[in-house]
């Protein structure tokens, strides 16, 4: 990495010889020494995103477009109307490379890090989701390393802060063995009067940070996120922040009291980039100037200089910009709740960041130059080895149709996580409705309304390797299909992008195409992009080993009334069962391949979008009408796959007729284990079948009568070429003790 010089110090920076030409020449001088950290870390790709900001423009702005949206792109978090004076905030972050060196505090400052992005809109931090993707786990101790400190850091954190985990999604693959991908969401809720924007608008406001003491832990770490993990060693550790939730749930107490006052005009957290992001993005966005006294901020090192106090990234901080008239106001409840503060300065209208070290001048810009950092085009080009893995077929199956659900069922990607969400509060706040395992999303109450909300996170990465655009449409209706299985309506969506090297054209090209599938599939379903975040350079390069790509996909649901809730469990004896959506031959990606036959390729899902909106319509509609009893989207491993996730809850079995259920062209494991992306298997009332058949008709929907639920412990498929039964018990028992084996050290 190129040295910089000023004054006789020195320091490496992440900058390329350009960019190092184009900053002098903007600054119309070379920058003095914490100049230089500070562009270093703001052009970082963490920061900046100057490589795919010209794709994300693809998402149109949210909020010239949907009225319900208060907060969009660019904000720390989106933020959405949903009526009578309630608003939600929600927003998704990954800290993949902290995670993968350190995964205890990676994670857990990565929930810290999205809980205070929530505050910093002035909402309450309600929930949180964790979509994560690891290695495989069977016989590989570093995966299970992985695996059990990720998920101990963020139940520590969430459990400590008091904020349940609702839901999310782990993949495992050997893509991501030395880069494991861990992204966080969170869900906030607050008045609509209670907004602050992520900026400082107002000369005269007071600027104070609030929170815990700067020290050096966390320098770098935005750049250290910005290469390669193989260009890192154990000197990159101190790069990871160290977590605090004790401090965090005063810190949340203490934000949301403040907010409540009326004098909070702006609210930024210390997060990557520490107080040179927070500085630089509030003045910026702003429009106006601050000049503050490094010496003011309160560290817990002696000598630390203004480049680290700058830099550091040290957690549980916030900058808070204060109406003069309440400033006393405010700051006797942090006092209060005994957190520190420092009243840094005033906001001006000088359109300067001046920072200085008591007498002499340490920063002295226009912060845009810090917070609109020039974007880089890059090339893109589809990888050749695309079109061998696509034309893979599929080998001639040696197995019983029982063998294979027995061997899915229990495989990594398809059993029960509970192993994962048991760590997890899931149920602290009484707001959890829908609790993890009882439905394909999370559903939260709004305390005092009869609003509900759910969230839901993930997406099929195998799919998105075959074919990123419309892998990444699939990842929109997946989740989609999510929130509508428990009768709720999508309105709005953020995502995680998670990839290779920009750098590389095939890694960029990747990027790009699932962000036109996201922005393709979200525009034809009218809902609003609000928010989202890219992590890049999730690759090992000595292994030649890239991520596959990942594009997380998180929607909000909404709906009025309990009684419109659906859950997943087959709930009554004698009501039938409905196919929804139509199978094609789409074993691409699909965990029968990757089980059965350790095979990657095959022909893909495509997404007929179309098909999905009346689909989706058209549940919502039956299920006000009190027509349907249970829904489950189908996922990996097949509709049987759901069937049976469906019966384990209440111990029902299914009697299944297959025959005249699917084009004769497919062969019966292409019906039974495709991954075709927007079915749905439904338990409908018996009273109601009739009337649910002629409103199926009527939306000219692809739908199959499959069978009926009984009493028996059993699972009977009928008329196939090899007919055969599925004990749930063995089934179930698979199902449960999978992880917790694995993880115990038993297989």
């Known amino acids: 990495m190129p040295i910089v010089e000023n004054e006789g110090e020195t320091v490496e920076v992440d900058l390329t010889e350009e960019e190092i030409k184009k900053i002098k020449s903007l600054l119309g001088r070379d920058p003095y020494i914490t100049e230089w950290g500070m562009f270093d870390v703001m052009g970082s790709e963490h920061c900046s995103y100057k490589s795919s900001r010209p794709k994300l423009k693809l998402f149109e702005p949210a909020e010239e477009n949907y009225d319900y949206v208060l907060a969009g792109p660019g904000q720390d978090a989106g933020v959405v109307d949903i009526g009578d004076d309630y608003c939600i905030a929600f927003r998704i972050e990954s800290h993949n490379h902290p995670s993968a060196i350190e995964p205890y505090h990676g994670a857990a400052t990565g929930i ?132 605090d939730p004790f401090s965090k749930k005063l810190i949340i107490e203490a934000t949301v009291e403040a907010v409540k006052t009326g004098y909070i005009r702006g609210l930024k957290d210390l997060g990557g980039g520490g107080l040179s992001c927070a500085s630089s993005e509030l003045t910026g966005d702003g429009g106006t100037g601050i000049e503050f006294d490094v010496n003011k901020v309160f ?53 300067l960041l001046r920072v200085k070290n008591a007498d002499k001048i340490v920063v002295e810009l226009d912060p845009t130059l810090l917070s609109d950092f020039p974007v880089i ?45 048991r760590q997890y509060d899931h149920e602290v706040g009484v707001r959890s409705v829908v609790k993890c395992g009882d439905g394909d999303s999370g559903v939260l109450r709004i305390i005092g309304t009869n609003k509900f909300i759910s969230g839901s996170a993930g997406c099929n990465s195998k799919h998105c390797f075959l074919d990123p655009y419309e892998g990444a449409k699939g990842a929109v209706v997946e989740i989609g299909c999510n929130i509508v299985s428990n009768g709720l309506k999508p309105i709005a969506m953020v995502n995680c992008c998670n990839f290779g090297n920009p750098e590389k054209p095939t890694s960029f090209w990747y990027f790009s195409e699932c962000v036109k599938g996201m922005a393709d599939s979200i525009k034809f379903f009218n809902i609003p992009c609000v928010g989202g975040n890219v992590s890049f350079y999730n690759e090992d390069e000595v292994l030649q080993k890239v991520i596959k790509p990942t594009p997380i996909i998180m929607l909000l649901g909404y709906i009025e009334g309990q009684e419109n809730i659906i859950t997943l469990p087959f709930k009554k004896a004698g ?113 109601k079948i009739k009337e649910f058949i002629a409103l199926i008709e ?19 498929i009928k008329r196939l070429e090899e007919n055969f039964n599925l004990d749930i018990m063995i089934a179930k028992n698979l199902f449960n003790s999978t992880l917790p084996r694995i993880m115990e050290g038993d297989m």
Request: with cysteine; aromatic share 10%; hydrophobic share 35%.
């Open 299 to 351: 560290t817990r090192e002696p000598n630390m200089t203004p480049f680290e106090i700058m830099l550091s990234e040290s957690q549980e901080r916030m900058m808070f910009i204060v109406k003069a008239e309440g400033l006393e106001t405010i700051l006797e409840i942090f006092k209060k709740y005994e957190t520190p503060y420092a009243v840094l300065g005033k906001i001006n209208n000088s359109k």
């Open 112 to 243: 810290g890090g999205i809980i205070r992005d929530i505050l910093c809109m002035g909402m309450r931090p309600i929930a949180l989701l964790d979509p994560l993707r690891f290695g495989r786990l069977k016989n590989n101790s570093h995966s299970q390393w992985l695996l059990k400190y990720v998920v101990k850091g963020i139940a520590d954190y969430g459990n400590c802060t008091g904020i349940p985990t609702i839901g999310g999604e782990v993949e495992f693959d050997h893509s991501f063995e030395n880069n494991c991908l861990v992204n966080v969401a969170c869900i906030g809720v607050g008045k609509v009067e209670d907004l602050a924007p992520s900026r400082a608008s107002k000369p005269g406001d007071y600027a104070v940070l609030m929170g815990n003491s700067t020290g050096r832990d966390g320098i770098h770490g935005v750049t250290f996120a910005s290469r390669t993990l193989t260009e890192q060693s154990e000197s990159d550790r101190p790069a990871v922040q160290i977590a």
């Open 575 to 687: 009501n039938p069962i409905f196919l929804i959506g139509e199978t094609k031959n789409e074993l691409g990606g699909s965990e029968y391949h990757s089980v059965i036959y350790n095979i990657e390729g095959g022909t893909p899902p495509k997404v007929n979008l179309d098909s999905t909106k009346r689909t989706w319509d058209f549940l919502l509609e039956v299920n006000k009408k009190g027509y349907i009893r249970s829904v489950h989207d189908v996922n990996k491993g097949g509709f049987l796959i759901t069937i049976l996730e469906m019966s384990f809850p209440n111990e029902l079995g299914a009697d299944l007729n297959l025959y005249d259920c699917f084009d004769k062209d497919l062969t019966s494991e292409q019906f039974l284990f495709s991954e075709s992306v927007g079915r749905f298997i439904i338990e409908v009332d018996a009273d």
């Open 698 to 716: 009527k939306n000219k929907l692809y739908f199959k009568e499959i069978g009926v639920i009984i009493e028996e412990m059993q699972i009977k």
């Open 377 to 421: 085009i890059r090339e893109e080009k589809r990888p050749e080895f695309l079109n061998d893995l696509i034309n893979q077929k599929t080998p001639e199956r040696t197995l019983k149709f029982d063998g294979i659900i027995y061997r899915l069922i229990a495989s990594e990607n398809i059993c029960s996580k509970e192993w994962i969400y």
